[in-house]
């Protein structure tokens, strides 16, 4: 399934939630990933960022689609990091 993950967590916490989420998907804007994940992967992320955070205070949002192809994207401004890979 395709992942668009949105964190905001506190300061002392951003750089370990960074990490995790850099080992699951493609970093594109500050607090913001995408990318293609299984149900289990999922399951796995979500579970380690729930030991990340205090969830009294942060936030964790992840929208779901099935297929990528359903979702059209608009740059407008700096394009943080694009996702075509480098070889």
Request: overall charge positive; hydrophobic content about 45%; glycine content about 4%.
């Amino acid at each position: 399934m395709y992942v668009i993950l949105v964190y905001d967590v506190g300061e002392e916490r951003v750089s370990k939630m960074l990490k995790l989420c850099r080992r699951f998907l493609n970093w594109i804007q500050n607090s913001v990933f995408e990318g293609e994940l299984s149900e289990a992967q999922l399951k796995k992320l979500v579970q380690e960022a729930k030991k990340i955070m205090v969830l009294e205070h942060d936030s964790l949002i992840i929208f779901t689609q099935p297929n990528p192809n359903g979702i059209q994207r608009q740059i407008i401004g700096v394009e943080k990091r694009s996702l075509d890979k480098i070889i």
